[in-house]
């Protein structure tokens, strides 16, 4: 398996967990050098591990806003 590269150009908040633990976070992050996507993932302390997660792209994210606007 090959190695995922990742950068987190902002990180933008964390949805649920404390510090010490793992959280839900949702960061604006670069995959392997690709464009940057809004992502919502757990993320260990220090955020050596993560575990599954989503990412979506600008139009994606708009997308499920105007969703959750609609049904909140």
């Given at each position: 398996m090959s190695k995922v590269n990742y950068e987190?150009?902002?990180?933008i908040g964390v949805?649920?967990?404390e510090e010490e633990e793992w959280t839900v976070e949702l960061n604006l992050i670069s995959w392997n050098g690709g464009a940057a996507k809004y992502d919502i993932r757990k993320w260990?302390?220090?955020?050596?591990?993560m575990g599954k997660g989503i990412?979506?792209?600008?139009?994606e994210a708009e997308i499920l806003v105007t969703l959750l606007k609609a049904e909140l």
């Open positions: 987190i150009i902002k990180p949805l649920s967990g260990a302390p220090g955020h050596e591990k990412a979506l792209n600008k139009a």
